[in-house]
């Protein structure tokens, strides 16, 4: 019932969708789901609307399909020589077609309508044509496994290949980008030596600079006591010849001034005499 469900709504998709040969396909298989079921009118009528449809090179294959299904439900009817009509029509529908396993079941209709008729030469000659081809059909499918297999066995060689190459691609692009982490690893280190000699001289000039500078203020500073010590010997020697003078001064003038004080002294008293006054 789910699989007759899904079909259904298969085919109205189909029919929307216009797609002809998608219609045949859903339903035949309807047709093959009804027979099943033991619906014979069902699968019979699915059969027939397929073999009434105007023939079509993409539609044969389900058509042959059709048609032997029909055959089978005309034989389970006792309608002989429908079905005789039927498995002609579908012999004649095989020529030019390259459907194997359909032409087994067509073998296989003929064979059962042949015993059932009585004619068993025919049916022997149909069912030795049927283990002919089965068995060329199941030669046939072994080599075709045998190729698909060889296929699958190649293509799991070109994967396995595959993925070494990507291996081998990884592990060199690792290589590079490791080779190239350490380049960038080592002129870093170099940039960064680099970077502390640079700092390093800057740092020396400086106080190489501070050093010369200190000395050059050391030196003045020398200089300045220098000159003070000078200056402070000559202001000694200036003080020295003051006090001299000074002393002589005082040794020479003092006997002349103390006589000039007694004589003004005299005046102012009165009792010097104005000529000896002008004679001084």
């Not at 299904?69 to 029509?89: C, P, V």
């Not at 040794?251 to 010097?272: F, N, V, W």
Request: aromatic residues 4%; glycine residues 4%; hydrophobic residues 40%.
């Amino acid at each position: 019932d789910g699989a007759e469900r899904v079909y259904t709504e298969a085919l109205s998709l189909k029919v929307q969708a216009k797609d002809r040969r998608g219609q045949a396909y859903v339903k035949g298989n309807l047709a093959s789901v009804a027979f099943e079921k033991g619906n014979i009118d069902r699968a019979a009528t699915l059969c027939d609307e397929l073999i009434a449809e105007t023939d079509h090179p993409r539609l044969r294959d389900i058509q042959g399909e059709a048609l032997s299904l029909r055959a089978d439900i005309a034989m389970q009817r006792k309608q002989f020589a429908y079905a005789q009509t039927i498995l002609e029509r579908a012999s004649t529908l095989l020529e030019g077609l390259n459907a194997p396993s359909l032409e087994l079941k067509i073998l296989r209709s003929q064979y059962e309508l042949q015993k059932q008729n009585g004619k068993i030469d025919e049916a022997l000659a149909t069912l030795e044509k049927h283990k002919v081809l089965a068995d060329s059909l199941a030669e046939a499918e072994t080599l075709e496994l045998m190729a698909s297999l060889t296929l699958q066995r190649e293509r799991k060689e070109n994967a396995i290949l595959e993925k070494k190459v990507e291996l081998a691609r990884a592990r060199t692009e690792s290589a590079a980008v490791r080779e190239r982490w350490t380049q960038i690893g080592a002129f870093s280190l170099l940039f960064g030596a680099l970077v502390v000699i640079l700092l390093i001289l800057k740092n020396q000039r400086r106080e190489h600079r501070a050093r010369l500078k200190i000395e050059t203020q050391a030196q003045q500073l020398r200089e300045l006591n220098r000159e003070i010590q000078d200056k402070s010997i000559q202001l000694g020697n200036h003080s020295r010849v003051k006090d001299k003078i000074l002393s002589l001064i005082d040794t020479d003038l003092r006997s002349p001034l103390a006589s000039l004080g007694e004589m003004l002294a005299k005046q102012h008293e009165g009792r010097l005499q104005e000529e000896p006054i002008r004679e001084l």
